[in-house]
T-cell receptor, first 112, second 114 residues
Framework: EDQVTQSPEALRLQEGESSSLNCSYT??????LFWYRQDPGKGPEFLFT???AGEEKEKERLKATLTKKESFLHITAPKPEDSATYLC?????????????FGKGTKLSVKP | GAGVSQSPRYKVAKRGQDVALRCDPI?????LFWYQQALGQGPEFLTY????????KSGLPSDRFFAERPEGSVSTLKIQRTQQEDSAVYLC????????????FGPGTRLTVL
């Protein structure tokens, strides 16, 4: 069964304190791995798509990396506005045409 | 340009009532997905449309849930005889074409069943 596990469940950082969020996955055939940001009361906001092991993508203070078993979201020198829940999801080549299988998310709090 | 919109944003229903949730996808997007998100959880897949065709409804939790997209644009998720366990945020996402993978989400409808 396809599955996504995110850790930690919650992470508290001081402003400027860099860290990483982990997403471990098992999937029959990886079509893509996705990172989304979700603010309270809002829908998920797309950040990155990764397709193959070794791939990396960056956006401002965020950098996503992918291996055959997991993905990391690295946050460099975070600011309070980076506080949100970060969701990881995978899609596979079987079944429905690319529906996403999500983890439970990591809730990030950045204190000034 | 305009993103995915959903209405209403909040819905309170008494147990046993029927509700209808609307999704307006990004203009021209072929694929449309519905997800259910319980408090503190990630979204879970409910159903998928390609244009007006419902190609996958394997995630619908019971036959009280019904979705349609009659003209291949706006979609409605209907829940009949609502139960307390139906309380959740219902998210709609759209995607431009089969060859692309990025799904763009709406703000969701928070359903509370009393």
């Amino acid at each position: 069964e396809d599955q996504v596990t995110q850790s930690p469940e919650a992470l508290r950082l001081q402003e400027g304190e860099s860290s990483s969020l982990n997403c471990s996955y098992t999937v029959s055939g990886l079509r893509g791995l996705f990172w989304y940001r979700q603010d309270p009361g809002k829908g998920p906001e797309f950040l990155f798509t990764l397709y193959s092991a070794g791939e990396e993508k960056e956006k401002e203070r965020l950098k996503a990396t992918l291996t055959k078993k997991e993905s990391f979201l690295h946050i460099t020198a975070p600011k309070p506005e980076d506080s949100a829940t970060y969701l990881c999801a995978v899609s596979n080549y079987g079944g429905s045409q690319g529906n996403l299988i999500f983890g439970k998310g990591t809730k990030l709090s950045v204190k000034p | 340009g305009a993103g995915v919109s959903q209405s209403p944003r909040y819905k309170v229903a008494k147990r046993g009532q029927d509700v209808a949730l609307r999704c307006d996808p990004i203009s021209g997007h072929v694929s449309l997905f519905w997800y259910q998100q319980a408090l503190g959880q990630g979204p879970e897949f409910l159903t998928y449309f390609q244009n007006e065709a419902q190609l996958d409804k394997s995630g619908l939790p019971s036959d009280r849930f019904f979705a349609e997209r009659p003209e291949g644009s706006v979609s409605t998720l209907k829940i009949q005889r609502t139960q307390q366990e139906d309380s959740a945020v219902y998210l709609c996402a759209s995607r431009s074409a089969l060859g692309t993978d990025t799904q763009y989400f709406g703000p969701g409808t928070r359903l509370t069943v009393l």
